[in-house]
C-alpha cells in the first residue's frame, strides 16, 4: 500500500530518536495525583528506559512544563480542570513528542483519539496495555503529531486529515479528497479524487462511527458517501463527483434527506 | 474487608511497605476531601460538579477494589443531566455511605499495619 503523503500538508518530524539517547523523557500530566503517582510507579517498575521528567496538575502547568522540559512523550488527560487534553495541545504551535491520552473511561473524546490515530490508555492503567502502548510508542517511525495540531485548529470538518495505522505505516487522508467508501467485511476501499484508491484493514462501521460527524453519510449498508462529492441526487441512488452511482437504501432514505438538508 | 480489596495496592507495592503506606495515606486525605465536595454540589444541587468529583474520583475507587460502588458511579457520570432530582441525591448518598466504609477499612488497615 503506497504511503500518503500530501503536499499541502506539512509533516515536520521533530521528534529524531535517533539524535537522542535511548532514554524516554516523558511528562504526566493530569489532576489527580493519585493517577500521577500510580502512572510513575507503573513506569518505574516496568518501563527503565522511561524517565518521568515531570509532573503536572493542569493544562496551564503542563504547557509550561512541555517548554521547559522537552519530552519525547505525554501522558495527557483528557479531562482537565482547567482544559481538555485536546484544548490544550491546540495552544501549542508545533508538537515535538508523542501523545498518549488518558481517561477514566471510553467516552466522546475516544472518537477525535482514534481519528487521530493516537493512542489511549484507561486509568487506572491495565499493565498490559501500558506495555502495548510502550510498544507502539517505541515501533511508531513517523510522528503524526503536527498533522493532530493542524486537525484541532482546521475550522471546517472538510480540512481535516484522518490519520490511518495501516502495517506499513500511517496512512494520511484529507478529508475533502474522500470522494466514497465502500466496505468488504473487513476491509473498505476508500474512493479518493482523480480516480485514486485505498484499501484499508478497517470495517465500514468503524469508518461509519470516526466520519458520521464529519460531513459523511452511511446510505447503505455497503456504501458511506461524502456531501461534498455529492452531484445529484435520484429517487433511490446519489452522482457523486467521480461519477459513480451509489444506491440508497429505502430505510436510510428519511434519514439521508434529513443530513441532507443539515 | 467489606468495603475494599487490597489486591491491586499489594500488587504495585510488591513489598514495598514504603510505597503501600503512600496509596494508603493518600486515599485517607483524598477521600474526605472529594465526599466533602460531592456533599457541597448536592446541596448546591450542581449536577455537573457532581459529575466531575466523580469523574475524578473512580480510577483511585477501581484500584481500591471498591467495585459495588462502579455502577452508581458511572450511571451517575452519564446520566448526570437528566435523572431525577431525587434519584441523583438517593445514588450520591448511596456512594457516600460506601465511601466512609472504605475509608474506615484504609483508616483501620494503617493503624494495624504502620502505626
Not at chain 1, 529524531?16 to 500530566?29: H, P, R, V, Y
Not at chain 1, 522537552?70 to 515535538?96: A, H, K, R, W
Given at each position: ?13 521533530l ?24 502512572l ?45 487534553g485536546f ?12 501523545i ?45 503529531t ?13 480540512d ?103 | ?5 487490597l ?52 480510577p ?28 441523583l441525591?438517593?445514588?450520591?448518598k ?12 484504609v483508616s483501620?488497615y ?6
Amino acid at each position: 500500500m503506497p504511503y500518503l503523503r500530501y503536499p499541502n500538508i506539512s509533516v515536520y518530524i521533530l521528534n529524531d530518536q535517533s539524535t537522542k539517547s535511548n532514554t524516554i523523557g516523558c511528562l504526566i500530566i493530569d489532576d489527580d495525583p493519585f493517577i500521577q503517582d500510580l502512572l510513575m510507579d507503573k513506569l518505574q517498575q516496568y518501563f527503565p528506559e522511561i524517565k518521568v521528567l515531570g509532573k503536572a496538575m493542569d493544562g496551564k502547568q503542563g504547557l509550561a512544563k512541555i517548554a521547559s522540559l522537552d519530552p519525547d512523550l505525554v501522558f495527557l488527560d483528557v479531562e482537565m480542570s482547567d482544559m481538555t487534553g485536546f484544548e490544550m495541545l491546540s495552544q501549542l504551535n508545533t508538537i515535538g513528542f508523542k501523545i498518549i491520552f488518558i481517561t477514566s473511561y471510553k467516552h466522546y473524546a475516544i472518537k477525535a483519539i482514534r481519528f487521530n490515530a493516537l493512542d489511549y490508555l484507561l486509568k487506572p492503567f491495565d499493565l498490559e496495555e501500558l506495555k502495548n502502548a510502550v510498544k507502539r510508542y517505541k515501533e511508531t517511525e513517523s510522528p503524526s503529531t503536527n498533522l493532530v495540531l493542524h486537525n484541532l485548529k482546521a475550522q471546517n470538518a472538510k480540512d481535516q486529515t484522518m490519520i490511518l495505522r495501516t502495517q506499513q505505516g500511517e496512512l494520511y487522508i484529507p478529508l475533502k479528497d474522500i470522494v466514497s467508501i465502500q466496505g468488504e467485511r473487513n476491509y473498505s476501499y476508500i474512493n479518493l479524487v482523480k480516480d485514486k484508491k485505498e484499501l484499508v484493514s478497517k470495517t465500514l462501521r468503524s469508518l461509519e462511527d470516526l466520519l458520521e460527524e464529519k460531513g459523511f453519510f452511511r446510505c447503505h449498508k455497503s456504501f458511506i458517501v461524502s456531501k461534498n462529492h455529492i452531484v445529484s441526487v435520484r429517487r433511490s441512488s446519489i452522482i457523486l463527483s467521480d461519477m459513480t452511482e451509489i444506491p440508497i437504501s429505502r430505510r436510510k432514505q428519511d434519514q439521508f434527506k434529513k443530513w441532507q438538508e443539515e | 474487608m467489606t468495603y475494599i480489596d487490597l489486591k491491586n495496592l499489594k500488587a504495585i507495592s510488591r513489598d514495598d511497605t514504603t510505597r503501600m503506606h503512600k496509596y494508603l495515606v493518600q486515599f485517607e486525605q483524598l477521600i474526605p476531601e472529594r465526599t466533602h465536595e460531592l456533599e457541597k454540589a448536592l446541596t448546591n444541587q450542581n449536577r455537573l460538579r457532581i459529575r466531575q468529583i466523580l469523574h475524578k474520583m473512580s480510577p483511585q475507587l477501581q484500584f481500591f477494589g471498591i467495585q459495588n460502588i462502579m455502577v452508581p458511579i458511572q450511571r451517575l457520570e452519564f446520566e448526570y443531566e437528566t435523572m431525577s432530582l431525587l434519584e441523583l441525591e438517593q445514588l450520591v448518598k448511596e456512594i457516600i455511605v460506601r465511601l466512609q466504609g472504605a475509608l474506615s477499612e484504609v483508616s483501620e488497615y494503617i493503624r494495624l499495619h504502620f502505626e
